[in-house]
Each structure stands twice: as structure tokens, then as C-alpha cells.
């Protein structure tokens, strides 16, 4: 089993930066992606950003040029970091990582969450 706990959401101005982190614990070495998704007030939980264990990684178009996804596989961490915060950035943001058990399942855990708040 795997683990996830977020920090470093809050309250920022607009054009203001926010860094998030996640922990992972448990099972880690089977951990292959790791991801942020984020859900607003009345809309879906979408993807942000992922990265698998490569340096390769994935942005969710809106958010191209203002974010940074990052990982440290030593501390089983994985980092989101936006610039230029908007309002419509404003959601609960959810770790997510894509992982497999002793059986070869493949399998995915999520955190609680931490709200990012923009305000204009």
C-alpha cells in the first residue's frame, strides 16, 4: 500500500507562487507515476501535471509555462510548484501516484488534499 500526504496549500494573490509537496510512504519502490490533480467548486477533479520516474513529464495545458512538477525518488516526494497564480487556479489540489502491488495489480492512491486559494 501506498500512502499520500499534501502540504504547502494556502492563500495567495493573484500573480502570487505556491509550492506544494507530497510524501509518500509504504510501498514506494513500487511507485511508477506521480501527479497532482486539482477539483474546483462544481467541476471535476482534472489532472495537472505528472511525471513518471523519468525526468519526462505532463502539464495540463492551462497551466503550461506558470508550473513546475518535480520529483525526489530518495524521499519519495514529488513537488508542485506554480507561478502566476490566477484565480481560476483555486481548487483543492490531490497527490496522486500510479503504483503496483505484489501482484503485479496496478493500482492508485490519492491524498486528503490541501487548498489553494487565489484571490484577485
Known amino acids: 500500500q501506498v500512502q499520500l500526504v499534501e502540504s504547502g496549500g494556502g492563500l495567495v494573490q493573484a500573480g502570487g507562487t505556491l509550492r506544494l509537496s507530497c510524501a509518500a510512504s509504504g510501498s514506494t519502490s513500487s511507485i511508477s507515476v506521480m501527479g497532482w490533480y486539482r477539483q474546483a467548486p462544481g467541476k471535476r477533479r482534472e489532472l495537472v501535471a505528472d511525471?513518471?520516474?523519468?525526468?519526462?513529464?505532463y502539464y495540463e495545458e492551462s497551466v503550461k509555462g506558470r508550473c513546475t512538477i518535480s520529483r525526489d525518488n530518495a524521499k519519495n516526494m514529488v513537488y508542485l510548484q506554480m507561478t502566476s497564480l490566477k484565480p481560476e487556479d483555486t481548487a483543492v489540489y490531490y497527490c496522486?501516484?500510479?503504483?503496483?502491488?505484489?501482484?503485479?495489480?496496478?493500482?492508485?492512491?490519492w491524498g486528503q488534499g490541501t487548498q489553494v486559494t487565489v484571490s484577485s
Open positions: 511525471m513518471p520516474s523519468g525526468n519526462s513529464a
Open positions: 496522486h501516484v500510479r503504483y503496483y502491488s505484489e501482484f503485479a495489480e496496478r493500482l492508485d492512491a
